[in-house]
């Protein structure tokens, strides 16, 4: 699929690590024609040659500033001469009524999926977006982005996010990972409310956007999946994210640590606190496929 786009519009550039973070704004066809924003960190191998890419997928209220700012991926993804792009978490400005009620659905809570409720259809499709449209726009603005090479990490909704999409799109990306990851949402109280508003068969449709749920479809593929999560993480005491419904689902799979590495970690939460305590492992873990 071709996406005529107009062109990035550049509202901010930052040297860092040696290389540069820019933030970038253009109108997406995938989200009907709404403005979107993305930060994408350069390293300086880039100047010279097309790097490696990993896509940071954020949560629930988050932005595309989000992980840029209080992640700290950049000095690892520097070291290893990875680019990382961060894209926002959902269309804005659709003027869906309701889509600005409640912080964990609307604006900031796309979900990463294409929306079949016909209210949504037009504006939230941000799995096209992430998939097709975001990579097409990247490789023919001229970015230095090495299309063979991306794998795709991300938090929460974001985790949800980037191993739903490593699932439905097999080939894509090389490797995921996620922090603290919404990972079987038919089953929670934020994939109830998101299903049961996105799609038109409710959450009997968000069957096809579930991890826990999908993993037995990519029977005989390799995954490189890494998940991390803290048991004092409240979202995880409330049983949102339900981890231990994936492993299950993932080792009747046949996966074993090799393709589905998930750890809980004692003490930790929710917060940025934890992704960045354990971002140079999942960074680590990327560049090892990522640089085969
Ligand atoms: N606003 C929510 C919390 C939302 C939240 O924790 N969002 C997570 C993603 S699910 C996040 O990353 N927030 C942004 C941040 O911590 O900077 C609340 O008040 O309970």
């Not at 068969?201 to 890494?226: M, Q, V």
């Not at 993932?250 to 992704?275: C, K, L, P, T």
Request: glycine residues 10%.
């Amino acid at each position: 699929m071709s996406f005529q786009h107009a062109a990035l519009e550049e509202l901010s550039r930052n040297h860092a690590f040696a290389g540069y973070i820019v933030k970038y704004k253009y109108k997406s066809k995938t989200l009907g024609d709404l403005s979107t924003q993305f930060n994408i960190f350069l390293p300086k191998e880039a100047e010279s040659a097309s790097v490696p890419v990993l896509y940071y997928l954020a949560g629930l209220t988050c932005t595309e500033d989000t992980g840029a700012w209080k992640g700290g991926f950049l000095r690892d993804a520097a070291e290893e001469g990875i680019a990382l792009v961060f894209p926002d978490t959902s269309p804005r400005g659709a003027n869906v009524p309701g889509e600005d009620d409640s912080w964990d659905f609307g604006t900031g809570a796309g979900f990463y999926l294409n929306a079949t409720e016909p209210k949504f259809s037009k504006h939230y499709n941000m799995f096209s977006f992430i998939t097709e449209e975001l990579p097409e726009v990247l490789k023919s603005s001229g970015l230095p982005i090495d299309p063979h090479r991306q794998s795709i990490f991300g938090h929460s909704m974001g985790g949800h996010g980037a191993i739903t999409l490593h699932l439905l799109k097999p080939g894509q990306y090389r490797s995921a990972s996620a922090f603290s990851p919404i990972l079987n949402p038919t089953q929670a109280p934020w994939g109830h409310k998101a299903f049961g508003g996105y799609l038109a068969g409710g959450t009997e449709e968000g069957k096809k956007w579930d991890a826990t749920e999908l993993i037995s479809t990519a029977k005989g593929r390799r995954l490189n999946i890494r998940i991390d999560y803290g048991d004092a993480d409240q979202f995880y005491q409330q049983k949102q994210l339900l981890p231990e419904n994936f492993v299950a689902a993932a080792r009747a799979a046949g996966f074993g640590e090799d393709d589905v590495q998930v750890q809980s970690h004692s003490g930790y939460d929710h917060s940025y606190y934890f992704i960045s305590t354990f971002g140079r492992e999942h960074i680590q873990h990327h560049a090892k496929y990522l640089k085969a």
